[in-house]
């Protein structure tokens, strides 16, 4: 929220161009729509970044406004990092021994172990 505020305090003192003007402003809004979906809020319907106005748009419109924001959503979604929970509940051997320890992977969707 201090970026928000620090981005805001830009637009105010008035020393941008009416370009970075623009790109900030859909900075903000970004960062302001992707607070509100964390926080599980209303999205509100933008067309490049301006906020659609519903009293001058159909109701389709809107709807389809909706589908193209859920569209972009989706095809940005990427699997950055996968996880890996490991659990060992025992392990002995005598100091001085070698010892060998071998795991697998296992899929529990289609049932094997990953080669």
């Known amino acids: 929220m201090?970026?928000?505020a620090d981005w805001r305090k830009q637009l105010i003192t008035g020393t941008l161009t009416s370009d970075q003007i623009m790109q900030l402003k859909?900075?903000?809004t970004q960062k302001i729509d992707w607070g509100n979906r964390k926080l599980?809020?209303?999205l509100v319907p933008r067309v490049e970044g301006e906020m659609v106005d519903p009293d001058a748009v159909?109701?389709?419109e809107l709807h389809r406004?909706?589908?193209g924001t859920l569209a972009k959503r989706k095809e940005k979604r990427k699997v950055l990092s996968h996880h890996l929970f490991f659990c060992m509940r025992d392990f002995s051997y005598h100091l001085g021994e070698d010892a060998e320890v071998y795991f697998s992977l296992y899929d529990s969707q289609k049932q094997k172990f990953i080669r």
């Open 2 to 4: 201090m970026d928000v």
């Open 26 to 28: 859909l900075k903000i």
């Open 40 to 42: 599980g809020l209303d």
């Open 58 to 60: 159909s109701v389709v």
């Open 65 to 67: 406004v909706g589908l």
